[in-house]
């Protein structure tokens, strides 16, 4: 076991003083006496200490009168007395007691029995006993004469005094009460009170002192442990002991604030009348109240320096056991590690391979924990110059990890040194290759029909020329050199004699095709087709039966698959191991101990916020999405199914990119900060977080380029069509990305946007508005300047937005969108075509008393938008179908050139949700009394709706409820899309004779009453669309 601690002497002094001073207030014999315990024997006052001195100085004890002092028990005389006599100090007490008793009133023989008793039982040292002998003129005579004869009995000098005027030349009258004639100031109750809280107060000092020293005693007299785990317990178990049993912090308080009150006691008469003059006895409790006091302050302060010294040195083993036990984990990893790197080639057979074994090195480099190594050397360097009383065992452990550190970074930098020049001879070997693959495909893919004239012949021969010209950057030109430089990582089984083979093959096959097309060129010749010869490129991952009957071209979109799918898979490898460095590297940290100070309070319990769900990307990639693109290396063609099955999980992406604001922000507000640097200076990163904070949203855009460019080289493969259906899932959630950035910005919408649906699409238009008050329509002022706003189109509502400046830099600088107006889409009708412009629609409601005319950046744009919404209304048409009966009635584009016009494409869809047809200004029985409603109906509803507001009817009723026959008013045009169906005006009159089964209803035309455009007689009738 470890050595202890020692007691300082500072704490024993000071509890030896304590004590002393406790023993001086309470007594030093064996059973000390307090008041406390002898309260009824000093209520009863036959000897009072008032606090007087002599002129000697002297203690004054007075005996008052006491009619029964004869019956007073021996017991409570010895009592009092011995406690009385205690009460001064040793000095005062060393000069002897002045004893005055009073027996004025009393009889000689009762003077003389006090006289007696007193001299058999007072314990203290006597100076002089004063009488105040009786008054009566006969005792007075009796007491002068029998004292002269019983004066030796006594045996202690006695003065007899007739009055306290003769007591005054003894004792000055301020050391006296007022009872013998004195001025002083005397309550016995007080007193008691007093004697009793002193003596308290002096016990808890004392026990309080005792208590600190037993504890002191206790942990200087403990072992230090030999492992960490105990050290850690004992400290823990003196520290709750520090706590809990060490009085200091809690008796301490209250020994400190009862001597507080003391003083205040004692103090109370000076504060009451500064002139007041204190007794001795005060004077002498005023000073060691005082004493005792500023003593418990100064073994508070040397008892907490000693705990302070002891838990600095349980510390400190605690960090030599912490030490002992790393170091012991860390050389033997170490031991493991050299003897691994001993069987590590420094040679490779491919580029895979070399990158594996380079992984391979790397990865042991993080295991043998170099880095833990080096840490730990620093640490023990911080200990030993903070003074660590093992310094002569911790400075031989960190030379040692030195050393080991040092040989295993020189192996490794050896042979990664080799493995590099490995990998650049690989990286060479593969630019080599893959130059030759891309002239077998500009061979291939150069048309024959371009080649049949003297001016293609030329253009093909010259596209020749120029990529021969780039033969010297990317080909291998002398080989003896090339073994000669990579001497020490060459092996049989590189590929550098196949490169060099086929590099003379396909620049063979280059000099072949421009010997032919300079004959092209310089005469022109019949129409020839050129076939390039067939390049020798084996797929590395496919089997040669597998493509040994493949064209030409088929061979050479292989080999571009093939390296679309190489890129895939090494990207996505790198996008990994960038996700782990920076959640190891960054996030990891913000939560070790060692890094808290360089942590700006702004960054404490926001890594959520500054890397989103980035872990859950990583795990996604690492564990799932990267394994499994990996079986698709032998047909890349059908890595589509790969994206496919996986798109739900892709969808992750979108909750980062919506946190990409916040997290930008907190990024430029804490940049500089130290933590960020120091945590890229370990990652030897030259770039900073905010860059690899961008990884994931460059990745997922990533995927649709790759996408994009193997589903063009794989037109006619069985995954064809996976690919163009992942492709666009892929650029569906990357429009849900782009469409949830703008809709997070979106400010002064009082309700929840999530209960509007699924935003299906969002764009900037200009727009115009206008509505209708009574039979007029009024126009906004500023009809002619559209209104710049930005719609967002959802499954339930149309929000208008208007869009605000853009400020900030990076994240910072996406727009924001302050709220205008919304549009319930249960209440919408649009015109697909508005007057004047191809570019504008009509969005109204409420039967058209609102309008808003909106012109697009582009005519896509707006039949984009108009199918859209066309979509929406079309589906909440069917599911009202469900429910209720509804009328369906086709209109063509109004003709005249007056009206809006709308496409004839576009149905015209009247939901009769509780309320009656009859309600709709679409065809109207005859007998209607709102005139007004039919005469506008042809101008204003001519859109497409998927409701209007409800009157007053039974839903119940409506339900199912077919057209009854008789007369209706048309309201619309509608021109006859066959033989059998009917055109009608606006204005005209029909018979509906019945409803078909498939809701047609059979209608006959009839005169319009005061209308020039229609005659009298009866029109021919036909089927016209209900439903």
Known sequence: MGQGTSVPEDVEQAVEVLSTISDDIVQKDDTPMYAAQIGSELQKQFAILPGGRGMNGSPVIVFPEFPTFSELEEEELQNVLSYLTSVPSVEASGVGFIL???????????????????????????????????????????????FKFNRDEFKMKVVMLSSVTELHAYIDPGQLTKELGGTQEYHHDSWISHRTAIEAF????KTTAQTLQAFGTELAETELPNDAEATTILLQTHTLKKDTMKVGDEDLRVAQSQGGRLLDCINEPLKADPEYNMTHDEQENLATVQRLLGQLDETEMAFDDFWERHRTKLEQCLHLRHFEQHFREVRAQLDVTSERLSGFSEVSVSPAHAEHVLRELSGHEDKARVNLALSLVSEGDRLIENSHYAEDSIRPKCTELRGVCEEI??????????????MELHHALEEASHWCEEGIFLLANQPVDRCQSQDGAEAALQELERYLDTASLHTLTDRSAICCQYEAVLNSQLRVQRVFQKQSSVQEMFEKRRVSLKKLAAKQTRPVQPVAPRPEVKSP???????????????????LRRHVMNELLETERAYVEELLCVLEGYAAEMDNPAMAHLIPSNLHSKKDILFGNMPEIYQFHKRTFLKELEAYTDCPELVGCCFLERMKDLQIYEAYCQNKPRSESLWRQCSDCAFFQECQRKLEHKLGLDS???????????YQLLLKEMLKYSKGCDGCDDLQEALSSILGILKAVNDSMHLIAITGYEGNLSELGRLLMQGSFSVWTEHKKGHAKVKDLARFKPMQRHLFLHQKALLFCKRREENGEGYEKAPSYSFKHSLSMSAVGITENAKGDNKKFEIWCNSREEVFIVQAP??????????EIRKVLTQQLKACRGIVKTSFLTFPELC?????????FVPFFVCVLNFSLSDFPIIQPTGWNKASLSADASEENDGYSSGEDPMNSDPEDEVGKKLAPGKYTVVADCEKAGPQELSVKSGDMVQLIREGEEGQCLNSRGPVPN???????PKPGGWGPLD
């Open 1011 to 1017: 209308d020039s455009r229609t005659g009298t007689g």
């Open 896 to 904: 005249d050139k007056d009206r809006p016009h709308f496409s004839p």
């Open 100 to 146: 005055v008793i009073d027996r004025r009133l009393d009889r000689w023989a009762a003077v003389r029995a006090t006289l007696l008793r007193i001299a058999g039982s007072f314990p203290g040292n006597l100076h002089l006993v004063l009488v105040l002998r009786p008054t009566t003129l006969f005792q007075r005579t009796l007491s002068d004469f029998l």
């Open 692 to 702: 690899y904070l961008l990884k994931p949203v460059q990745r997922i855009t990533k």
């Open 409 to 422: 970074s020189s192996t490794l930098r050896s042979k990664k040194s080799l493995l590099l020049r490995a």
């Open 541 to 559: 991952h496919s089997s040669p039966r597998k493509h040994a009957s493949l064209s030409e071209e088929e061979e050479n979109l292989a080999v």
């Open 202 to 205: 002096a016990l808890m000092v």
């Open 858 to 867: 582009t005519p896509e744009i707006k039949t984009a938008w108009v199918n």
